[in-house]
C-alpha cells in the first residue's frame, strides 16, 4: 500500500489565484514528519515546509501553508496568490520517527502550472 | 557554494560499464542518502548512510553499490549499467532529528543506453 498518496497527477490554476495539492498519507507510527519539496523544470529539489505529527498549528512559510488534518491523514499544501514561478512539480514526503534511517517516504507528485 | 554537490551532473553511458556517481557535503551531517527518481514514480531510496561505518540498503538496492569515504563523501556505484537504471539520481543529506531537514543536490542525469 502507498505510504503517501497524491491523487492530482496535475494542476492548473491562474497567477494570484490559491491552490491546494491533496497529500494523504498511511502510518501507524504515532510520531511523524511531513514535508513538501517543489522541484522546477531545472530539477533540483527545494524545501518548503514541514509539520510535525505533534505541532498543534498549522506549519506556514511565506505564501506556502499546509492544512494538516491528523484524524483524516492528510496534509495539504495550500500555495497563495499563486505565482508564475510556482509552476513546477511538488512532492508530498512523510518521515516516520521509528523508520531505520530516517529517510523520507515520497508521493509520485503532483504537476502545477500557473498561467497568466 | 552549494552545500551538497553531485558530479557528474549529466552522464551517457553504454550497457555494462560500471560508472560511479559522487556526493559531497559541507553541511557536517551524518546522515547521507542516495535516491533515483523516475518520471510518475517520484523518488525511491537505494541507500542510506548514518555513518562512515553505518550503510543500509534502501528500497531498491539492487544493482547498485555505495560508499562513504568520510563524513563528507558519499559515493553510489553501478557495477554493470543497464538501460532501466536510466533516471535521475539524487543525493540528501539531513541532520539526525525526525524533524531535521533532507537536503539534496542538484541531482546526476544518467542515461545508460
Known amino acids: 500500500a502507498q505510504k503517501i498518496t497524491q491523487t492530482q497527477p496535475g494542476m492548473f490554476v491562474q497567477e494570484k489565484e490559491a491552490v491546494t495539492l491533496d497529500c494523504t498519507y498511511d502510518?501507524?507510527?504515532?510520531?511523524?514528519?511531513l514535508f513538501w519539496y517543489k522541484q522546477p523544470s531545472s530539477g533540483e529539489m527545494i524545501f518548503l515546509i514541514y509539520?510535525?505529527?505533534?505541532?498543534?498549528q498549522n506549519a506556514t512559510e511565506g505564501r506556502y501553508s499546509l492544512n494538516f488534518q491528523k484524524a483524516r491523514k492528510s496534509a495539504n499544501l495550500v500555495i497563495s496568490a499563486s505565482q508564475l514561478g510556482d509552476s513546477a512539480m511538488y512532492f508530498c514526503?512523510?518521515?516516520?520517527?521509528?523508520?531505520?534511517?530516517?529517510?523520507?517516504?515520497f508521493g509520485k507528485g503532483t504537476t502545477l502550472s500557473v498561467s497568466s | 557554494d552549494a552545500d551538497v554537490t553531485q558530479t557528474p551532473r549529466n552522464r551517457i553511458t553504454k550497457t555494462g560499464k560500471r560508472i560511479m556517481l559522487e556526493c559531497s557535503q559541507t553541511?557536517?551531517?551524518?546522515?547521507m542518502y542516495w535516491y533515483r527518481q523516475d518520471p510518475g514514480l517520484g523518488l525511491r531510496l537505494i541507500y542510506y548512510?548514518?555513518?562512515?561505518?553505518?550503510?543500509n540498503k534502501g528500497e531498491i538496492s539492487d544493482g547498485y553499490s555505495v560508499s562513504r569515504q568520510a563524513q563528507a563523501k558519499f559515493s553510489l556505484s553501478l557495477e554493470s549499467a543497464i538501460p532501466n537504471q536510466t533516471a535521475l539520481y539524487f543525493c540528501?543529506?539531513?541532520?539526525?532529528?525526525?524533524?531535521?531537514?533532507?537536503?539534496f543536490g542538484p541531482g546526476t542525469r544518467l542515461t545508460v543506453l
Open positions: 514526503a512523510m518521515r516516520e520517527a521509528n523508520q531505520a534511517g530516517t529517510a523520507l517516504i
Open positions: 540528501a543529506t539531513s541532520g539526525r532529528g525526525s524533524s531535521d531537514t533532507q537536503y
Open positions: 502510518t501507524s507510527d504515532q510520531s511523524y514528519g
Open positions: 509539520q510535525g505529527s505533534y505541532d498543534e
Open positions: 553541511k557536517g551531517h551524518d546522515r
Open positions: 548512510s548514518f555513518d562512515v561505518k553505518d550503510i
